[in-house]
């Protein structure tokens, strides 16, 4: 099983199944031994976010492992700054790398300029699915995790995991300027 918070209509193999997990995760109480998320989580509001970790926790079975992938804010912010401090200053006003830096992150959305009212109220809700709506770095995450009981949580490279055949599911991509962090039910 998979669980996307995503509109299924894309051509998706038919063992995924798609469910709206701000509703809750459709499994019995400690019956699931491995959750992988993967650039899920930044797109719930945070008490969104805080709701389904706590649904993930209850599915889970003692020792079962969550395993969760975010664009890491802190490697955005690190990689602002550094450009800030090294630039000549006619480049930063000419450039503007603040606007670059918070279009990155994906949490603003350009205002439609859609007059059908109807047409704009659909682009509205379908697009808000594809903005950040909150964002972590590893202390965030970890902080998370530990706030809905989680243990032994370990920060993970590319392949590098507790999941048996990691690399079946695992796209390296989707890594790059990324947190990955591990955790278990204990």
């Keep these: 099983f ?17 469910y709206d997990i701000r509703k809750g995760l459709p499994f019995p109480d400690n019956s699931t031994e491995i959750i992988y998320s993967s650039h899920l989580l930044e797109h ?18 003692y020792g ?3 395993r969760i992938i975010v664009p890491d804010l802190a490697k955005y912010a690190e990689q602002y700054i550094k450009r800030i401090r090294e630039e000549n200053k006619e480049i930063l006003i000419k450039e503007t790398p603040s606007e670059r830096f918070l279009e990155g992150l994906n949490i603003f959305e350009e205002r439609l300029k859609i007059k059908n009212l109807f047409l704009k109220f659909y682009k509205n809700l379908k697009s808000d699915k594809n903005i950040h709506k909150w964002m972590y770095d590893e ?3 970890t902080a ?17 995991s ?14 790059g300027n990324a947190v990955c962090l591990e955790a278990q039910k204990l």
């Design 139 to 141: 202390y965030s995450l």
């Design 44 to 61: 719930l509001y945070k008490q969104e976010a805080l709701f389904f970790m706590k649904e993930c926790y209850r599915v889970l079975v």
């Design 144 to 160: 998370l995790l530990r706030e809905n009981g989680f243990g032994n949580i370990r920060s993970k490279r590319c392949y590098e």
């Design 162 to 175: 507790l999941i048996k055949d990691i690399e079946k599911l695992e796209d390296h991509t989707r890594l």
């Design 2 to 18: 998979a669980i996307f918070y995503a509109i299924p209509n894309t051509p998706w193999p038919k063992n995924i199944y798609f």
């Design 64 to 66: 079962g492992v969550i």
